[in-house]
């Protein structure tokens, strides 16, 4: 098994431009979460999926964030337009259930640093 | 106030020590609590899983929660410099999304 699949691995890019990171994630897996870490907040859950379905998005930040999972082996999480405070590693996670013993998947993240 | 409340470190131990790495958390009905560790520039893994209160053993570490006190504990005996990682606690609800403490350094020094 390949594990969680995200891309790119680092993106640097400039003020106001749009970026899109990927994620392909556990075949079989029912559930997906993207999460940002960053060193003054720490592990932040933004979104999850179940069954290809947004379940919960009161972690995305603004407008500006945007995710899909068109099918159940991809979704991409999109900032447009990207600013500097946006610079944070973002995971990538999937599991097969959120019941009592289900384990969390992380993908090895996309360092996004927005100049 | 965060749901679940972590000391960032970092913590610098000799090799053999034994670690004690702590959380605290606010929300009563979380009844699942997990250990991730981290190596830099990876994703978080699974480390070790406890339901309610009660330890847990597995090999050099042990996972202790003490749910009257809202407190998380894990201990790394023996400790190596390849356990230098962040740790990351985590409690959920059941059927619910985790929530992640702000992760402890740990550097083992040999």
């Known amino acids: 098994d390949a594990g969680v699949i995200q891309s790119p691995r680092h993106e640097v890019t400039e003020m106001g431009q749009e970026v899109t990171l990927r994620c392909k994630p556990i075949?079989?897996?029912?559930?997906l979460f993207w999460y940002r870490q960053t060193m003054m907040r720490g592990l932040e859950l933004l979104i999850y999926?179940?069954?290809?379905?947004?379940?919960?998005d009161s972690g995305m930040p603004e407008d500006r964030f945007s995710a899909k999972m068109p099918n159940a082996s991809f979704s991409t999480l999109k900032i447009q337009p990207s600013e500097p405070r946006d610079s944070a590693v973002y995971f990538c996670?999937?599991?097969?259930?959120?019941?009592?013993?289900?384990?969390?998947?992380f993908g090895p993240g996309t360092r996004l640093t927005v100049l | 106030q965060k749901e679940v409340e972590q000391d960032p470190g970092p913590l610098s131990v000799p090799e053999g020590a034994i670690v004690s790495l702590n959380c605290t958390y606010s929300n009563s009905a979380f009844q699942y609590f997990m250990w991730y560790r981290q190596y830099s520039r990876k994703g978080p893994e699974l480390l070790m899983y406890t339901y309610s209160s009660g330890n847990k053993e597995d090999g050099r570490f042990t996972a202790q929660v003490d749910k009257s006190s809202k407190y998380i504990s894990l201990f790394i005996r023996d400790s190596q410099p390849s356990d230098s990682a962040t740790y990351l606690c985590?409690?959920?609800?059941?059927?619910?999304?985790?929530?992640f403490g702000a992760g402890t350094i740990l550097r083992v020094k040999s």
């Open positions: 996670a999937s599991s097969s259930r959120l019941g009592n013993t289900d384990t969390q998947y």
């Open positions: 985590a409690s959920r609800e059941y059927g619910n999304k985790l929530v």
């Open positions: 075949s079989g897996h029912d559930y």
């Open positions: 999926f179940n069954n290809n379905v947004p379940i919960d």
